[in-house]
């Protein structure tokens, strides 16, 4: 008990040291919804449960296992059916199955769970087969997948029960599988099927009711002085056997075993000699029970102690309040736990009772674990059968290490609450700053892929993408040449990992943060980064770990639009952020709306005023603000001037016209952006003494912009005001607002980013004010006018 309360107060120390520093709450800056996903997808009527998946660079194919089908999918376009071949549980099997009591729908069918390559020829491909796991062999020539019907058992390398988990690895055509080898799911084993078949003992202290997640090899013999072998990594979960925990406590384990590993001779027998296991940590900033790992990714280096496995973890209580993190592991880290750390041991305490502490007794030599390297060998041990018992035996009873493998950087990468996450992939992009960025790409448990990355310690949720349209788990996903495939239970989806042109103004490219893509300031969009076309670098605004905006060129403004007011009736007016991380606010003639009012209800993309009467006339501006390190950049995304049918005064004019908030923008370095003037309307020569009126407007505008840059430059007035909105909190987060879902409304037209106003909280500047001196300022008032004179 005390070594778990331990583990569980330490949490608490960490949480209160960390906290502040990272949050659960992290959100998606954009969510990509089904419809807009412009995805490709595959699915065949009848098929389900698409969980396997084989890319087959050279041939150009995704293979692709379902429930009773296997498909040879074009790699570069998933819609493209080549090949399929069915293999179907026969009536017997599926009879005995049935009898043996389980369910002959769900059950008892034959679902695809593994598939390797073997050779260039052959791919090896193992399904439940009605609760009597098959493995068979299966090619595609002439276009033609073709099953070879060997019908091999496939105990030990497929589960029974297709429910549960299992994984496997093909190294030099032998298979290492780890799963169950009996009907009920309760015999645990890692095998390896090879000319000397080798397996774990079927004891609690080696596999404890385990749930196996991921295997993959590790080339540790490449350059090792040590004459090292090669290894393979496992990871899952099992029950604690080292806490006192009065309930079952589930702990993430990573497991290895030496290539070269052949058994013992008498010790250890067709047994593993090399296995050994730590536990897993990936302690989130709260206290809690240890989160349980889901999934892995090995991201492979050419030298490979610069390897990484990153993995996902869920949390483990019981609480409807589900959150799920990722770690990320150096295989060098993981390498020297085993290599050098010190084991556990199992003692006596009470009658029956036992506990598990560190050994601190002497060692046997060789040391028990290692695998057979130089100085085995010089002291005549060729191979595992050469071991000596001592070291056979201790390994027999304490393949759990001492120490835990910790994350690199010490805690998660991302740490997010709500649907579980499921599964991921880890691309490794570079960006423009030359540098290289993990990027991941997690499935959840509803159907979203959240591309997620971490700079510099802070979490960044770029976007989330509904890949499927019901709330299905992505039980698969896969990585290949800048396209990723997400598998579900009723489909496949084919997806790049990135749609630049869906960042529709610099700022939102550049805010996006996504290593793939770059403000390109000559073409105004938004581009794939690198580029395929050479584009001389300085032409392209990126900023990931800074996202800084504010060399973002300025826009032309936008156009208010005339909305008519019809007394009595709900008016709705959308302005869309581009972001989840912007706050909306709505401004009426400058001023801020009251939101406490019940007239106005405020959606996620749109306002809704309620029985409008002649008092809400007016100019309304929807301006969003988004923060980025501590900077805020403003755009006024729609304007919509609200006019009753009658004319209206113009006085109000006055007021509505000073109330704009364009063209302001501040950089930390002070320097004003050179802008277009406003474009002058061609109707302006219209009747005479409206043009006298204007003059004399556009004079006391300047004059009143004249008087409001004296009173920011006496410090009456926050410089924020130009920005239409309420002074922004320097720090921390913005406040959200609780939007609510406007439904499934269209919007007219997307509004067009008009201004910009950047302040960072170190430097206030005001600079930008000057341009109000600018005869520009006057056109620009003129404009407007013009336009009103117009009805
Ligand atoms: C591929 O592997 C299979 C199974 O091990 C074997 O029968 C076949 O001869 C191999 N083919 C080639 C071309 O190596
Ligand atoms: C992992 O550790 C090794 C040795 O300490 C180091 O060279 C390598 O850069 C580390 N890799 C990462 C990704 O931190
Ligand atoms: C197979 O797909 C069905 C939905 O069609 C789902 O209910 C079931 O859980 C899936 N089975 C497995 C083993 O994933
Ligand atoms: C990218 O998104 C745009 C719309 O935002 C869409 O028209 C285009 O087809 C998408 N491209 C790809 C490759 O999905
Ligand atoms: C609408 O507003 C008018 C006054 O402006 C009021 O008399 C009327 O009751 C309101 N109608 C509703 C449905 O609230």
Redesign the pocket.
């Known amino acids: 008990m005390s070594s778990l309360l331990f583990f569980i107060v330490l949490h608490g120390v960490l949480a209160f040291v960390f906290a502040g520093s990272s949050s659960l709450d992290i959100i998606a800056r954009k969510t990509i919804q089904y419809e807009d996903n412009h995805a490709i997808t595959f699915k065949e009527q009848g098929i389900w449960n698409y969980s396997t998946m084989l890319i087959r660079e050279d041939l150009g194919l995704l293979v692709l296992g379902a429930r009773e089908a296997v498909f040879a999918l074009d790699i570069n376009d998933i819609s493209v059916s080549r090949s399929k071949v069915l293999w179907k549980v026969t009536e017997e099997k599926q009879k005995e199955c049935t009898s043996k009591g389980k369910h002959p729908d769900i059950d008892c069918h034959n679902y695809i769970r593994m598939l390797h390559q073997?050779?260039?020829?052959?791919m090896y491909i193992c399904g439940t087969n009605a609760f009597s796991p098959t493995c068979d062999?299966i090619t595609y020539d002439n276009g033609q997948l073709q099953l070879e019907g060997k019908q091999e058992d496939g105990r030990g390398k497929c589960p029974f029960d297709p429910f549960q988990r299992s994984s496997s690895v093909m190294v030099d055509?032998d298979l290492y599988s780890a799963t169950s080898l009996n009907f009920l799911g309760s015999e645990p084993v890692i095998l390896r099927t090879s000319p000397i078949t080798l397996r774990t003992l079927l004891k609690s202290s080696w596999l404890n009711e385990p749930n196996f997640i991921y295997m993959d090899a590790v080339p540790e013999s490449e350059d090792s002085p040590e004459g090292d072998d090669d290894k393979i990594y496992m990871f899952f979960s099992e029950n604690a056997i080292e806490y006192d925990f009065y309930n079952k406590l589930v702990v993430s384990r990573v497991a290895r075993v030496c290539k070269g590993d052949m058994g013992g001779l008498r010790t250890l027998q067709r047994k593993w000699t090399s296995f050994l296991k730590a536990r897993l940590d990936c302690s989130v900033p709260e206290p809690s029970l240890p989160y349980v790992i889901q999934d892995v990714f090995h991201v492979r280096h050419q030298k490979w102690r610069k390897s990484v496995f990153y993995a996902i973890f869920t949390s483990q209580s019981s609480s409807t309040d589900q959150s799920s993190a990722v770690c990320a592991y150096n295989v060098t880290d993981i390498s020297n736990v085993f290599s050098r750390g010190k084991f556990k041991t199992e003692v006596a305490v009470e009658m029956s009772d036992v506990k598990w502490v560190t050994y601190s007794g002497d060692l046997p030599v060789p040391r028990p674990g290692d695998c057979i390297n130089n100085a085995a060998r010089t002291s005549g041990i060729k191979s595992s059968m050469n071991i000596p018992d001592k070291t056979l035996q201790f390994i027999r009873d304490r393949p759990l290490m001492d120490d835990a493998v910790h994350p690199i950087t010490g805690k998660p990468l991302l740490l997010k609450r709500g649907p579980l996450l499921t599964r991921l992939v880890v691309d490794m992009v570079t960006a423009a700053d030359g540098q290289s960025y993990p990027m991941m790409f997690v499935g959840t448990a509803n159907g979203y892929v959240q591309k997620a990355v971490n700079y510099d310690g802070e979490m960044h949720i770029i976007e989330e993408v509904k890949l499927f349209e019901s709330e299905e788990a992505i039980d698969v996903l896969r990585l290949h040449q800048n396209q990723l495939y997400a598998g579900s239970a009723s489909g496949v989806v084919q997806m790049p990992v990135s749609n630049c042109s869906r960042y529709s103004s610099c700022l939102d490219c550049v805010l996006a943060r996504d290593p793939y893509c770059a403000w390109d300031v000559p073409a105004q969009r938004c581009s794939r980064f690198p580029a395929s076309t050479e584009h001389a670098k300085s032409n392209l605004i990126q900023s990931l770990k800074d996202g800084d905006a504010t060399q973002c060129p300025i826009t032309a403004p936008i156009e208010p639009k005339v909305r008519t007011l019809v007394l009595g009736n709900n008016i709705r007016l959308l302005c869309r952020p581009d972001s989840n991380l912007a706050q909306v606010n709505w401004n009426l003639a400058g001023k801020p709306l009251p939101y406490s009012n019940r007239k106005y209800t405020i959606y996620n993309d749109a306002i809704l005023i309620s029985n409008a009467s002649s008092a809400d006339a007016g100019r309304y501006t929807c301006v969003s603000v988004e923060q980025a390190k501590g900077k805020h950049y403003t755009k006024t995304l729609a304007i919509y001037d609200l006019r009753e049918e009658v004319a209206v005064v113009v006085t109000d004019k006055i007021k509505t016209t000073l109330g704009i908030p364009n063209e302001i923008y501040t950089t930390s370095s002070g320097l004003i952006k050179p802008e277009e003037p406003p474009s002058v309307s061609k109707n302006q020569a219209s009747e005479s003494k409206w043009i006298a009126m204007q003059v004399a407007l556009a004079m006391l505008s300047i004059m009143m912009a004249c008087l409001l840059i004296w009173n920011l430059y006496m410090g009456h007035i926050s410089p924020f005001m130009c920005c239409g909105r309420q002074p922004i909190k320097s720090h921390g987060n913005l406040p959200r607002m609780e939007y609510k879902s406007a439904g499934n409304d269209v919007m007219d037209s997307k509004p067009q980013m008009v201004s910009l106003c950047v302040t960072t909280n170190s430097n206030l500047e005001v600079t930008g004010f000057h341009r109000n001196g600018d005869p520009s300022t006057g056109i620009h008032l003129f404009k407007y006018i013009t336009d009103e004179s117009e009805i």
């Open positions: 073997m050779n260039d020829s052959v062999y055509q």
